[in-house]
Nanobody, 126 residues
Framework: QVQLVESGGGLVQAGDSLTLSCAAS????????TAWFRQAPGKEREFVAA????????YYADSVQGRFTMSGDSAKNTLYLQMNALKPEDTAVYYC???????????????????WGQGTRVTVSS
């Protein structure tokens, strides 16, 4: 199993940058497919970015492509989501997720992930 703890959320202005972290304890991230999702008030949880198991192929939602970058530090067993050019519509609670194993194709749906963090809130003011 793996335990996930997100941090780094906060209140920023449109156009600002923010980096979220997801620290993992237990098994190393290299054993898992990983992803970031977000959930805005009154909306369903939606996919943001994913990294496939082993090869680490990345895939991004169209809404964040070119602005967000997902990365990891294996020495720290920590995932990151670098968010640039933030928009008010990026306001949400952001969650990291992991699932053991997988394929080289990044998984993009909530049901494909078994382990979730508690979330970190990001608010972007206009």
């Amino acid at each position: 199993q793996v335990q996930l703890v997100e941090s780094g959320g906060g209140l920023v202005q449109a156009g600002d940058s923010l980096t979220l972290s997801c620290a993992a304890s237990g098994r190393p991230f290299s054993d898992y497919a990983t992803a970031w999702f977000r959930q805005a008030p009154g909306k369903e949880r939606e996919f943001v970015a994913a990294s496939s198991w082993l090869v680490g192929n990345k895939y991004y939602a169209d809404s964040v492509q070119g602005r967000f970058t997902m990365s990891g530090d294996s020495a720290k067993n920590t995932l990151y989501l670098q968010m640039n050019a933030l928009k008010p519509e990026d306001t949400a609670v952001y969650y990291c997720a992991a699932d053991y194993g997988g394929t080289s194709i990044p998984a993009t749906t909530v049901s494909e992930y078994s382990y979730w963090g508690q979330g970190t809130r990001v608010t972007v003011s206009s």
